[in-house]
Nanobody
Framework: QVQLVESGGGLVQAGGSLRLSCVASGRTFSTFALGWFRQAPGKEREFVAAINWSGGSTSYGDSVKGRFTISRDNAKKTVYLQMNSLKPEDTADYFC????????????????????WGQGTRVTVSS
């Protein structure tokens, strides 16, 4: 069983930045596709970002495109989410997710494509 642990959440003013980290353990990491999702109070979980094995392919939700960047360090078994120009509507619990990829180009924006999930880290953006 793969374990994912997020960190880096906190309180930040609008316009500020945070970097979230997610460290994986339990099995090989390099062939995982990775994603970030978030869930705001009273709302469904939504896609934020995803990245393939090599980091050469990424995808972002429309609401964060141009502001957030996903990256990975396979040696550290860590995926990052750099969040810039934060807005109050970015307030949510952020979850990292991982799954064994079909091939090195694969990634997904679908929740049901990910097998492993972290516990979440809370991001609060104030005005």
């Amino acid at each position: 069983q793969v374990q994912l642990v997020e960190s880096g959440g906190g309180l930040v003013q609008a316009g500020g930045s945070l970097r979230l980290s997610c460290v994986a353990s339990g099995r090989t990491f390099s062939t995982f596709a990775l994603g970030w999702f978030r869930q705001a109070p009273g709302k469904e979980r939504e896609f934020v970002a995803a990245i393939n094995w090599s980091g050469g392919s990424t995808s972002y939700g429309d609401s964060v495109k141009g502001r957030f960047t996903i990256s990975r360090d396979n040696a550290k078994k860590t995926v990052y989410l750099q969040m810039n120009s934060l807005k109050p509507e970015d307030t949510a619990d952020y979850f990292c997710a991982a799954t064994s990829a079909q091939h090195n180009r694969w990634f997904s924006s679908r929740e049901d494509e990910y097998r492993y999930w972290g516990q979440g880290t809370r991001v609060t953006v104030s005005s």
